[in-house]
């Protein structure tokens, strides 16, 4: 049975009872009050506010060049939309790495401004100082990593990352000193489903994958790619559960072609 099936919200001890009982977390990225909404009916377990809005809001390339003001306004309208569901907040790149302080700052604009529930970090021992400064304001912490796309140009690929030795050993590493850091959960993205097993299996906290395989705590993805918003994308991860593009651009090509032929508005669509 589920743990969380009557809570009124979900929160980070929750997330940690869960992964106890064996109970898989569902998380989703989200944009927006109206995405929101419907994942939070639906009944998500975490709501990310992902700096995949770069790409799949804005249109970048990359993840780069969202701001942290750009992250706070998308996180504004995910919190009104969601009233169960624990909402995180990617920080931006540029506003933790290298300086803590920063980190914090910006850690403190997004709880303050947004009413977010939690921020995520791409990186491991590097970052260390970041994290536990953060988390020492009492702001929970989510770790990430793996394939982290704030790196895309020191990595030159969005191919499967860990698949050596000396960069699996590191990803341990790193996990466990995300934990003993006291993050709260970490996202494991496009590594080795055999490693993601270890990984989950040495920590206490729980872990979300992205192309990691079934044996993670939880699973997340792109809402936009999920409901085939987005498109021509679709890496092996990927489980496309409905194609929302094709059906907008149907319904956006019936509603032209009745404007020119004049049948919208009818009469009973006047006043």
């Keep these: 049975m589920s743990v969380n099936k009557e809570v009124k919200r979900i929160t980070t001890h929750i997330l940690q009872e869960m992964k106890h009982n064996g109970e898989k977390i569902a998380m989703l990225t989200a944009y927006d009050f109206s995405m929101a909404s419907v994942l939070d009916d639906a009944g998500l377990d975490v ?29 504004q309208g995910v919190v009104r939309g969601a009233t169960r569901a624990f909402v995180v907040v990617d920080l931006p790149f540029g506003s933790y790495q290298g300086n803590s302080k920063e980190a914090l700052n910006s850690a403190i604009r997004i709880m ?14 590097e970052i260390a100082e970041s994290v536990s400064r953060i988390i020492t304001a009492g702001i929970p912490v989510m770790g990430h990593l793996g394939l982290t796309p704030q790196s ?89 559960y409905m194609n929302l593009y094709d059906g907008i651009l149907g319904a956006a090509k019936s509603y032209i072609n009745d404007v020119k032929a004049k049948d919208f508005p009818n009469e009973k669509e006047q006043y």
């Design 152 to 240: 895309i140009y020191k990595f030159g690929t969005y191919t499967v990352r860990a698949k050596d030795e000396a960069e699996a050993e590191k990803l341990k590493v790193d996990a466990l000193a995300l934990q003993e850091l006291g993050c709260f959960a970490v996202v494991l993205e496009k590594i080795p489903a055999k490693l993601a097993k270890e990984v989950s299996e040495s920590l206490i906290i729980p872990t979300i994958g992205i192309g990691a395989g079934p044996d993670c705590d939880g699973q997340v993805l792109v809402v936009n790619d999920m409901i085939g918003l987005t498109k021509g994308f679709k890496p092996r991860f990927l489980r496309q």
């Design 47 to 75: 709501l990310l506010v992902g700096d995949s809005a770069s790409n799949v809001m804005a249109g970048h390339e990359t993840t780069l060049p969202i701001t942290l003001d750009q992250m706070i306004y998308h996180a």
């Design 112 to 125: 303050k401004e947004s009413g977010a529930h939690g921020v995520k970090l791409e990186g491991g021992t």
